[in-house]
């Protein structure tokens, strides 16, 4: 069995050595050292350039390197007869959700203010807001939502969810389908973005949908760039209506040197590492499914190429 990988942002030599730990057996082949393209059993791949999944004719699993796969469906020539399965880690999800936590509470603690005053020696008293006076609206309530929403609970914030269907998680007030989406925006102090990047989602983001937001609200988005239309954004933030933004994803990344966001004194910028795949905790899900393809037994972690996540 033959599996190639390729990615520009994983070290895939290191993800080679883990699945090769893993099973030795294995035929891994790196990017562009690809030998006969019929040989490929199975594509373990991020952002792959287009056309190449569909060069191997006898590919039998796509196995995407992260829990989104809109950069493998961005190729319009993705085989779509050959199962796509992505991560679900529970490390990973930990990690979202200490990312949601932290600018969630640095914004709650008005730290960005606090910080100011200390730079410019200004002891200032703020009064604080309790928690349960602000509401933490979830866009995507999956995998990483779902646990993000549940650890914000315990700390008091008041949490709302929207999805594509109705959920029932403990605390969390459900909104779904677009029909419900202004009435979720118009009640969001934060709105946390943790949608998958789909025809349906891209620009969610974006002057009518920030205009829903109270005032002084804050997003922080940690799906992907395109879920947010930038201009709109910056319109939002240069007019006070948002107080601020946490960004981790952008349309174009890395971000270029010359984007707003950078020196934006409002905006937080992080280099797309609010959750990451480490090899050593993910490879086993990787090679449990090219076990399950091995043996004829369900895949799992498939993406429904229809819904587009
Ligand atoms: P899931 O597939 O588990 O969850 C997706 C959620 O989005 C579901 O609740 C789904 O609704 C909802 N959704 C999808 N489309 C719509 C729509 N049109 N309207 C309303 N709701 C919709 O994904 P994960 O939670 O695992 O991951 C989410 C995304 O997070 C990834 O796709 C990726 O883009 C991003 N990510 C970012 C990382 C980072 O480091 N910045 C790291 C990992 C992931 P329903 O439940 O009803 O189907
Ligand atoms: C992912 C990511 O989708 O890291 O896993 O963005």
């Given at each position: 069995m033959a599996l190639l990988i390729y990615s520009k942002n994983h070290p895939v030599a290191d993800?080679?050595?883990?699945?090769?730990?893993?099973?030795?057996?294995?035929?891994?082949?790196?990017y562009p050292e690809i030998g006969d393209p019929a040989d490929i059993d199975v594509a373990l791949v991020w952002k792959p350039p287009p056309g190449l999944l569909q060069s191997l004719p006898n590919l039998k699993l796509i196995q995407s390197f992260g829990a989104g796969v809109d950069g493998i469906l961005a190729d319009p020539n993705v085989p779509r007869h050959v199962p796509l399965a992505r991560i679900v880690d529970g490390r990973l999800t930990v990690g979202m959700s200490e990312y949601v936590l932290l600018h969630v509470l640095r914004y709650h603690r008005q730290m960005e203010t606090m910080l100011q005053n200390q730079r410019n020696r200004t002891w200032r008293w703020l009064p604080p807001v309790d928690a349960s006076e602000r509401i933490i609206g979830i866009m995507g309530m999956g995998t990483l939502g779902t646990d993000a929403a549940k650890k914000l609970l315990p700390f008091g914030f008041q949490v709302i969810g929207w999805s594509r269907s109705l959920k029932a998680v403990d605390g969390v007030t459900s909104f779904h389908g677009d029909e419900h989406l202004d009435g979720f925006l118009k009640l969001c102090n934060v709105l946390v973005c943790l949608l998958p990047l789909t025809p349906q989602t891209r620009g969610i983001i974006n002057r009518r949908t920030l205009s829903l937001l109270p005032r002084g609200a804050y997003l922080i988005n940690a799906g992907r760039g395109g879920h947010v239309v930038e201009a709109d954004l910056l319109h939002a933030l240069d007019s006070d209506w948002l107080s601020g933004a946490t960004l981790d994803v952008f349309n174009e990344e890395p971000l270029?040197?010359?984007?707003?966001?950078?020196?934006?004194?409002?905006v937080t910028v992080t280099p797309h590492n609010a959750a990451d795949s480490i090899p050593a905790h993910v490879a086993p899900q990787i090679v449990d499914n090219i076990r399950r393809l091995q043996k004829g037994q369900p895949i799992l972690r498939l993406v429904d190429y229809e819904r587009g996540y």
């Open positions: 993800w080679g050595a883990a699945i090769a730990k893993l099973a030795p057996d294995l035929d891994i082949r790196l270029p040197p010359e984007s707003p966001f950078w020196t934006h004194p409002k």
